[in-house]
């Protein structure tokens, strides 16, 4: 029987984060945080006209409820708030308190594993192709019924990977020590196999 522990899954937007941390969190019995929701929260008032800053400092749990969080507009918002410091510094203690829960914890975003809990016992990076991403985004989003084309899709993935990955303050990169998982070619099913193989390796 393997102690808690906190699993860091990170990567670019669309790579299958959320769908692998979900499963590794019900297959190792941990609590689960999407630190991207806290993002798009923060993005979502602003987009309603507020001061980011000051929304990233007094968000609540309710705000997490928006029913507009997922949409393409929002996510934009999200990485656009991502890139001020004041923003990450007011959204990093609940973060860090949430990753020591008592019963380990797996938080998925982009600097879990290099700023938020750089000693978490796994990190993992999901990654795949930017087309491969946005094929899965468009569909996901065809399915939810917005109506949108794919090359404005790829363009969106495209500028937020951009966005996210050239910040100063916790740009999305690797952790040294993170075991890279590329989805391009798994299935779902194959993908969080090598997921919970890898956690199973780092914790036996
Ligand atoms: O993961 P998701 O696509 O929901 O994240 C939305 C945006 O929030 C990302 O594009 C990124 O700019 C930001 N983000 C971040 N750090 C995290 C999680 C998300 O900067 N840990």
């Known amino acids: 029987m393997m102690s808690p522990f906190t699993v860091a899954i990170d990567g670019p937007a669309a790579a ?30 602003m987009l309603q006209g507020e001061d980011p800053i000051a929304a990233a400092e007094s968000l609540m749990a309710a705000d997490l409820e928006n029913p507009d969080l997922r949409t393409a507009a ?3 918002s999200a990485s656009k708030v991502a890139v001020i410091p004041e923003v990450r510094a007011a959204l990093l203690d609940f973060q860090r308190a949430f990753a020591r829960r008592s019963g380990g914890a797996v938080l998925d975003g982009r600097d879990i594993g290099t700023v938020i809990c750089p000693q978490a016992e796994v990190k993992l990076f999901v990654t795949a192709s930017p087309v ?7 569909a996901e989003l065809e399915e939810r019924g917005f109506d949108t084309d794919f090359d404005t899709v790829l363009a969106d993935v495209k500028s937020r990977d951009d966005r996210d990955m050239t910040r100063a303050d916790a740009p999305l990169r690797p952790a040294e020590d ?18 919970i193989a890898a956690v199973t390796a780092r914790c036996d």
Request: no cysteine; hydrophobic share 50%.
């Open 178 to 195: 993170a075991v890279t998982i590329d989805t391009s070619e798994l299935s779902i099913g194959e993908a969080v196999a090598q997921a």
């Open 74 to 76: 929002v996510a934009q």
């Open 16 to 45: 299958g984060k959320g769908t692998i941390s979900k499963a590794v969190a019900a297959h190792f019995d941990l609590a689960h945080l999407d630190t991207g929701l806290l993002y798009r929260a923060v993005g979502a008032r």
């Open 132 to 138: 491969v991403r946005a094929q899965r985004r468009f």
